[in-house]
């Protein structure tokens, strides 16, 4: 994009930005419960699946070794 559209865009979302109208929004008593309940599995999702995947994880960052015939004849 050219730097005049580019111009044009971010003034028009200051413009957007700064006239502010009221929500009139709602939330009940649930609302705070629920997403702690989103938080909280989440968090155990997260945990459950590197559990799972834990050694593929290791292997991955793990540099590759040589192997003990390679070695050894190196060595020779």
Known sequence: MSAKVMKIVGITLSIFCLIVSPAYAYL?????????????????????????FWQKILTFFKKPQKKDTEI???GK
């Open 28 to 52: 009940d008593m649930g609302t705070g419960s629920y997403l702690l309940q989103v938080l909280v599995a989440s968090a155990l999702a997260l945990g459950i699946s590197v559990k799972v």
């Open 72 to 74: 050894s004849r190196e």
